[in-house]
């Protein structure tokens, strides 16, 4: 879960108190990643630079933390300018991710694993 705070400012990006390089690169991040994947709403929008985001996280792994920190960027930026809508939308970044886990099942071991087959 992500709580994302957007405002105009210098292009300052904070991830639970820490800026976002710092942040992920405990995962294993490269800065090129980041680039590539934090900032696309605002290459989408071309506002690279213009507001500074302040993000809460927590759950999940790595990168679903990355993806909803992009994603509430994306619905900020919608809500502070509405014409971005068409441009995010088009780059599929309003879309939530709806995979979730699969319940397990009875007399599995998990979701599909099951026990061992034996015929004797």
Do not use: C, W
Request: glycine share 10%; aromatic share 10%.
């Amino acid at each position: 879960m992500a709580r994302v705070y957007v405002k105009e400012g210098d292009g300052r990006i904070t991830v639970n108190g820490r800026p976002a390089e710092d942040y992920f690169s405990a995962f294993a991040f490269g800065t090129e990643h980041l680039n590539r994947h934090l900032l696309t709403p605002f290459y989408a929008t071309g506002t690279i630079g213009r507001y500074t985001v302040h993000a809460r996280v927590e759950g999940g792994g790595p990168t679903g933390q990355l993806e909803a920190v992009r994603l509430g960027i994306a619905r900020a930026l919608v809500e502070m300018t509405p014409e971005f809508k068409k441009p995010l939308r088009d780059v599929g970044l309003l879309t939530r991710d709806s995979r979730a886990v699969e319940r397990k099942k009875y007399g599995h071991r998990k979701a599909r694993k099951k026990e061992q087959y034996s015929k004797r």
